[in-house]
């Protein structure tokens, strides 16, 4: 929740944003800015602003359309769902989504908060999308991080643009707002002298204020001066509050279920209440949220004071989010994909889809224009076989390749990168990198209807192959391609000249390396990721588990694919541990084949088919004695006793 709100009595709802705010209301005029970007810090006011001119759009009579990129995943289903959703209307694709917005009025401002997180899909949106609107509508966006140099090249966005950088509030606007949340004259002279207009720490340190007579906090930059006055606000909460909010602090959102798994202890409901009425707690539409440059220094203090109830809490988030992630639909998966990304540390995996590293690059489809560079930085880094092969696949299969633009719109490195079934099979003669991918794809076969995704090249123009800026650009785009093909997305193939400072964070994330080397000039290393059965939610599933040393209850660990029997454990194949994930699923209650088959192959079962009962009689004799709590259940299937 943005805090810069003014008082009761303010004409424009802002206190000291007249600037700004003037500048967002051209967009309401015929002559105006079609595309304002709004960029500026976190608690800035940037949301504040964002509602305020909705209210004017509203107010002239607008059709406005909100959306928040903290609701859905980013890609551009994601966009485009949440968009049909917004306005009660399809709006698959993007001449659907154009003539949708078209048709809501006269005037249309669709306004898109928190656009940092829609950060790996900035490319689709802004050459595609915006391009493809009507004059008259509007596209305003709030995010921390400037927009690219591209938004301002009317050969890539055809349109009126504005960018809008937001900073601290004026002394005079700075001691209103204090005023507005009753702090003394005095008091709010000193508080600014620390926190520097900035809006957040201004509205943190009234809060505190008005639990203690004396505030003292030493001169620091504002996320340690946020801190700071966080922690002297929490430690006057009485002993339960601080609970709930120190539970609260470590997942992304806030509901019931995950309130009774952190407190069994507490009464959910009445706890949800307690937090709502707290600073910094914001309604969304899948829960409570913390202000998260507060809920950051509740969790990073409370694992510094308390690791153990910092990973307790974590941990039985987990346990809730697994329950809970098997009965989601396709347009509710990333909530719960967002959300167990949110319980990981691993930098490796939540830096990939939140990156907190600044925006230089744009990654988007490579244009014929952009062959000449491409071939320059191939011939630069790679010997003459290699380059000859790279030149096959731009021939062959271009739609693969992914440009790395810096902010002057010059190409600074590229990927290849393609799903293995849209790949010409001409490739896998004169590539030998994808017929050692394809061999072990026959050898090792996906689950129908699970694909695999190549990722044949990266390289920067300054750096080639090794780790770069230009590298963790070209990883971040394929993340977004893990969002688009999930929950079909199988495995992933890679390939490397030099694998070793990758080898621990490849290790950590479940790759496995071949030991054949397949040479082109010189010896490359190939690799692969099987997702599992659940694609990359439950990979993800898996990495926070091993992360939290969350230990598997009852009879199946699914994380391992394993057993669990008193005797020990026993490995499981694929199949083996999904029939049974099924199974546990509906406990006591007789489970068709055509089901299981749905849920451990991936596809529809069509009968004449005894697959499912050969797995079924491996698990029996696997489970030993109690092989026979899974029952025959004739004309049906099988149903496990409870």
Aim: net charge neutral; with cysteine.
């Amino acid at each position: 929740m943005d805090p810069v709100v003014a008082n009761r009595g303010s004409a424009s709802g802002v206190v000291g944003r007249e600037r700004e705010r003037a500048v967002l209301l051209q967009v309401l005029r015929a002559d105006g800015p079609l595309v304002v970007f709004v960029h500026g810090p976190g608690g800035i006011g940037k949301s504040v602003l964002l509602r305020r001119l909705g209210a004017d759009a509203e107010a002239a009579g607008a059709a406005l359309v909100r959306l928040d990129c903290r609701d859905f995943e980013p890609t551009e289903h994601g966009f485009l769902d949440a968009l049909s959703r917004a306005v009660s209307a399809k709006a698959d694709r993007v001449d659907e989504a154009a003539s949708t917005l078209a048709g809501l009025g006269e005037l249309v401002v669709v306004a898109v908060d928190a656009y940092e997180l829609f950060r790996i899909s900035d490319p689709w949106l802004r050459s595609q999308l915006v391009p493809a609107l009507d004059d008259h509508v509007r596209v305003v966006m709030a995010g921390r991080e400037p927009p690219l140099s591209a938004w301002f090249d009317a050969r890539a966005a055809p349109r009126r643009f504005r960018s809008l950088l937001l900073g601290p509030l004026e002394d005079e606007s700075a001691l209103e707002v204090l005023a507005g949340a009753g702090v003394a004259e005095a008091d709010a002279r000193v508080i600014n002298r620390v926190a520097r207009g900035h809006p957040l720490a201004l509205q943190v340190a009234a809060v505190a204020l008005r639990e203690q007579s004396e505030l003292r906090v030493e001169e620091a930059a504002i996320p340690r001066v946020v801190e700071e006055l966080t922690r002297l606000y929490v430690d006057n909460l009485d002993g339960l509050t601080r609970r709930i909010l120190d539970a609260a602090a470590v997942v992304r959102r806030i509901t019931v279920p995950l309130l009774s798994a952190m407190h069994p202890d507490i009464a959910a409901d009445k706890a949800l209440e307690r937090l709502a009425g707290l600073p910094f707690v914001d309604e969304g539409p899948d829960g409570l949220r913390l202000h998260e440059a507060v809920q950051a220094a509740i969790a990073t203090r409370l694992a510094a004071r308390d690791p153990d109830a910092h990973r307790r809490y974590r941990a039985a988030a987990w346990q809730t989010l697994r329950r809970q992630v098997g009965e989601a639909s396709r347009s509710q998966l990333w909530r719960y994909t967002a959300d167990m990304l949110y319980l990981l540390e691993n930098p490796a995996v939540r830096e990939a889809f939140f990156p907190t590293t600044a925006h230089l690059y744009a990654v988007e489809p490579a244009r014929p224009d952009d062959a000449m560079a491409i071939r320059q930085i191939i011939e630069r880094h790679e010997p003459p076989a290699a380059a000859a092969v790279l030149s096959a696949w731009w021939e062959s299969c271009p739609l693969s390749f992914r440009a790395v633009r810096d902010r002057a719109g010059a190409v600074v490195g590229f990927s290849v990168v393609a799903p293995a079934d849209v790949v010409p099979y001409g490739l896998a003669r004169a590539d030998p990198v994808v017929a050692a991918w394809r061999d072990h794809l026959a050898r090792h076969p996906l689950p129908n209807r699970q694909r695999a995704l190549l990722d044949r090249c990266e390289l920067s123009r300054e750096h080639g192959g090794k780790p770069s800026g230009v590298q963790a650009a070209t990883w971040l785009d394929i993340k977004r391609m893990y969002m688009e093909m999930r929950p079909h997305l199988g495995r992933l193939y890679t390939v490397s000249a030099d694998p070793a400072p990758y080898a621990e964070a490849l290790t950590t994330l479940g790759f496995a390396l071949s030991p054949v080397p397949v040479h082109l000039g010189r010896d490359y290393t190939l690799g692969w990721l099987d997702f599992g059965p659940e694609s990359v939610d439950g990979w993800l599933a898996r990495l926070a588990a091993a992360e939290l040393g969350v230990k598997p209850e009852g009879l199946l660990d699914a994380v391992n694919r394993e057993l669990v029997l008193e005797d020990g454990r026993v490995a499981l194949t694929a199949l083996e541990s999904g029939v049974l994930e099924c199974l546990l699923a509906h406990r006591g209650k007789a489970v068709s084949r055509a089901t299981l088959i749905e849920h451990a192959w991936g596809h529809t079962y069509t009968g004449g088919s005894n697959v499912v009962d050969v797995v079924v009689r491996s698990l029996r004799k696997k489970m030993g004695p109690t092989g026979s709590a899974i029952e025959t259940v004739r004309g049906v299937g099988y149903r496990l006793r409870t």
